[in-house]
């Protein structure tokens, strides 16, 4: 089993910057892929970004340029720092991370941290 904590969410002008974290316990070493996904009011779940165990990193268009995600694995924390935001960044964001549980991938999610971007 994987568990995953955020944190770091809250509220924030457009144009400001927040830092969310994601601390995750459990069976670590199975982790190949973790990730921050976000759903918008009246939208489905989508990707913003991942990072794999090697350390390969993938965006979703719109927040390329403006977030980064990043680990620290003394830490066993994941982060993704935003900056630049905007309205349409509002949503609850969601740690993501795929394990290997023997011939299976096991995808585990966080409880979601709210972000609200004001005009």
């Known amino acids: 089993q994987v568990q995953l904590v955020e944190s770091g969410g809250g509220l924030v002008q457009a144009g400001g910057s927040l830092t969310l974290s994601c601390a995750h316990s459990?069976?670590?070493?199975?982790?190949?892929?973790m990730g921050w996904y976000r759903q918008g009011p009246g939208k489905q779940r989508d990707l913003v970004a991942t990072i794999t165990s090697g350390g390969r990193i993938n965006y979703t268009y719109s927040v390329k340029g403006r977030f980064t995600i990043s680990r620290d694995n003394a830490k066993n924390t994941v982060y993704l720092q935003m900056s630049s935001l905007k309205p349409e960044d509002t949503a609850v964001y969601y740690c993501?991370?795929?394990?290997?549980?023997?011939?299976?991938?096991?995808?585990?999610w966080g409880q979601g941290t709210q972000v609200t971007v004001s005009s």
């Open positions: 459990g069976s670590i070493a199975s982790i190949n892929l």
């Open positions: 993501n991370a795929v394990a290997t549980r023997g011939p299976y991938e096991v995808s585990y």
